[in-house]
Nanobody, 118 residues
Framework: QVQLVESGGGLVQPGGSLRLSCAAS????????MSWYRQAPGKERQLVAA????????TYAVSVKGRFTISRDNAKRTVHLQMNNLKSEDTAVYYC???????????WGQGTQVTVSS
């Protein structure tokens, strides 16, 4: 059974930091592209950051580049999103996604709320 379990969300003041974690099980973690998406109220879900399955390349949305860092640990089957210098516009539900590039799997976590407010 595939599971993606996010944690680490919460309320933080502007300029603060949070670290999101996603624990994966039920699939061959190392062969999947691992990503973080977010969805703010009334907006479409958007890609925040992605970490490739092989080669170690990363991709970031322009709005978070230089502030957020995605990392993965294949041995522990986890992916993290370190978020620094948070802004109010970062407020959203953050989702962990696992996607197999050949189309053999595409999974989502339940989401974790991040609220940036003073």
């Amino acid at each position: 059974q595939v599971q993606l379990v996010e944690s680490g969300g919460g309320l933080v003041q502007p300029g603060g930091s949070l670290r999101l974690s996603c624990a994966a099980s039920g699939f061959t973690f190392s062969t999947y592209v691992m990503s973080w998406y977010r969805q703010a109220p009334g907006k479409e879900r958007q890609l925040v950051a992605a970490f490739s399955n092989f080669g170690g390349s990363t991709t970031y949305a322009v709005s978070v580049k230089g502030r957020f860092t995605i990392s993965r640990d294949n041995a522990k089957r986890t992916v993290h999103l370190q978020m620094n210098n948070l802004k109010s516009e970062d407020t959203a539900v953050y989702y962990c996604n696992a996607r197999e590039p050949l189309g053999r799997g595409d999974y989502w976590g339940q989401g974790t709320q991040v609220t940036v407010s003073s």
